[in-house]
């Protein structure tokens, strides 16, 4: 079985752009929460969707959006992007909000 | 404010010899902890999950453990490897619907541990 994937693997954006990015749960599970991992720290949480509904959210400014699809995977979208939004994106799935969570391998956004 | 604190930041230890990571948490009311390993640029990687009843769980040359009077976890690590540099991150699991904006997870800085030849 394949574990949770994401996509695109590295992206590098200017200061203003917009980015999107992608995670596909592991079968079966229907949460999906994104992490953003400044170098050096541990992740902080962004957003928890179960059932394609927002079920948890950061302290993260309304720059950041994400939504769920009938498929359960995922997109996390950044606009205006800030040279501080630079991190490894993660993205963990889990068969409910209260179980275990898989991570993905995450992305690693690079803003300039 | 639920917190997870971590230490020490950093270790430098022989490859073969053994090391212990601490865990000190402030996160009520408490749901599990777990212990991560985490390689450079990648997700984490569960290791162990504990609950309140659980005082220690091994996994291969992982041994946690937990207090949960004292609010403290440590990471054993026996034997160590080349392939055990990584990153070990602490998480500490408030029950849903109690973590607030930090989700119910939360994340301690990790430990930085490196194995040297």
């Known amino acids: 079985d394949a574990g949770v994937t994401q996509s695109p693997t590295h992206l590098i954006k200017t200061r203003g752009q917009h980015v999107t990015l992608r995670c596909s749960p592991i079968?079966?599970?229907?949460?999906v929460s994104w992490y953003q991992q400044v170098l050096g720290q541990g992740p902080q949480f962004i957003f928890q969707y179960y059932e394609k509904e927002e079920r948890g959210r950061g302290n993260f400014p309304d720059r950041f959006s994400a939504r769920q699809f009938p498929n359960y995977s995922s997109e996390l979208n950044v606009n205006a992007l800030l040279l501080g939004d630079s991190a490894l994106y993660l993205c963990?799935?889990?068969?409910?909000?209260?179980?275990?969570?898989?991570f993905g391998p995450g992305t690693r956004l690079t803003v300039t | 404010k639920n917190q997870v604190e971590q230490s020490p930041q950093s270790l430098i230890i022989l490859e073969g010899k053994n090391c212990t990571l601490q865990c000190n948490y402030t996160v009520s009311p408490f749901s599990n902890l777990r212990w991560y390993k985490q390689d450079t640029g990648r997700g984490p990687v569960s290791l162990t999950i504990m609950t309140f009843s659980e005082n220690t769980k091994s996994n291969g040359r992982y041994t946690a453990t937990l207090d949960a009077d004292t609010k403290q976890s440590s990471l054993h690590i026996t034997a160590s490897q080349l392939s055990d540099s990584a990153s070990y991150i602490c998480v500490v699991s408030a029950k849903l619907g109690y973590g607030g904006s930090q989700g119910n997870l939360i994340f301690g800085k990790g430990t930085k541990l490196s194995v040297k030849p």
């Open positions: 079968s079966g599970h229907k949460s």
């Open positions: 963990a799935s889990s068969p409910g909000p209260v179980y275990e969570q898989y």
